[in-house]
């Protein structure tokens, strides 16, 4: 006799949707996985509306899947709804783990990325920033364990396939989920020399020799500050790390850091010379976890203490 379905719940906040086509990506494995999902929440696939998840009990749900960022008035009560309704909640993917690609935008002040987006953007016809119908935009990306507690932290840009049907079968058979902690660089064929480097290449420069370090050869590869729940996938087919999974645990590690300090082991290269060859470095080892960063917690808080001021 098959088990009584559990009532899961998935929540979407501003993201690209990657991480739950991940999950789609599962292919025929889905017909073992759904048959045990009571689905009481999916905007973007069944027809429940947020009123339908807000009259739910309190953690009458078992296990919640938030994915992406908050970016919106209405992402961060659907974050804070989803942990009232949830037993389980799981931060699911990189952007709801760190903030993401799109946390970048912190960079610059709301302001700017409305110029950008909407005003001096000549492929939007009309040149104001559009309110009607629409929430209210944040003023600065917080990671989302700003506004609530998360039980698990599944990151990837997106999560694998295989590692999504790991983590949802312990969680619905009811086992504790045990991830190993190993960085991409455990998972690497690569040989390493731990020698000096020239300079710093662009992926498309040389050739790169396929049984050596890409670090080594002068390549950025974040691999050694980044948690191999991929098991090098990227790198094991000659592409650089990008450092998608983020930090290994402890997650609150800084990832960039990390990875600029490896870099600069390899690189004893002058600070100017560094900065020709580096010309995107916040993009380059900051792009999935700039919202989590130290950098980006100094950001956040330049920010609360602007609002302060205007208050």
Not at 24 to 46: E, S
Not at 141 to 162: E, M, Q, R
């Amino acid at each position: 006799m098959m088990a009584e379905p559990i009532p899961v719940a998935m929540g979407q906040g501003s993201s690209c949707w990657g991480c739950f086509q991940s999950l789609v990506d599962m292919h025929l494995r889905l017909a073992d996985v759904l048959p045990l999902l009571d689905i009481k929440y999916w905007q973007a696939v069944v027809d429940y509306k947020l009123e339908d998840l807000e009259n739910y009990p309190d953690k009458s749900i078992v296990v919640g899947l938030y994915e992406g960022m908050a970016r919106t008035e209405e992402d961060v009560h659907l974050l804070k709804l989803m942990r009232q309704k949830c037993k389980v909640l799981v931060a699911f993917g990189t952007c709801s783990c760190y903030g993401g690609i799109p946390g970048l935008a912190n960079a610059w002040d709301i302001e700017e990325c409305y110029d950008v987006k909407f005003r001096e953007n000549k492929t939007f016809s009309g040149g104001k920033v559009p309110t009607e119908n629409l929430p209210p935009i944040e003023p600065v990306v917080h990671p989302n364990s700003d506004y609530v507690d998360f039980d698990i932290y599944l990151p990837g840009c997106p999560p694998t396939s295989d590692l999504i049907v790991k983590a949802i079968t312990a969680l619905l058979e009811g086992k504790e989920l045990e991830l190993p902690t190993y960085t991409v660089c455990h998972y690497c064929p690569r040989e390493k020399k731990e020698t000096p480097i020239p300079e710093i290449l662009r992926p498309f420069r040389g050739n790169a020799d396929p049984d050596r370090c890409l670090l080594e050869q002068g390549y950025i590869c974040l691999g050694s500050a980044t948690w191999g729940l991929c098991e090098g996938q990227c790198v094991s087919k000659g592409v650089t790390c990008r450092g998608c999974f983020g930090p290994p645990p402890p997650i609150t590690q800084d990832q960039g850091a990390a990875a600029m300090s490896m870099l600069g082991t390899y690189a004893p290269l002058e600070p100017e010379k560094l900065k020709e060859q580096v010309p995107d470095p916040l993009g380059c080892f900051y792009r999935f976890t700039y919202p989590s960063s130290r950098l980006g917690r100094m950001r956040i808080r330049r920010e609360e203490l602007k609002e302060a001021s205007e208050e």
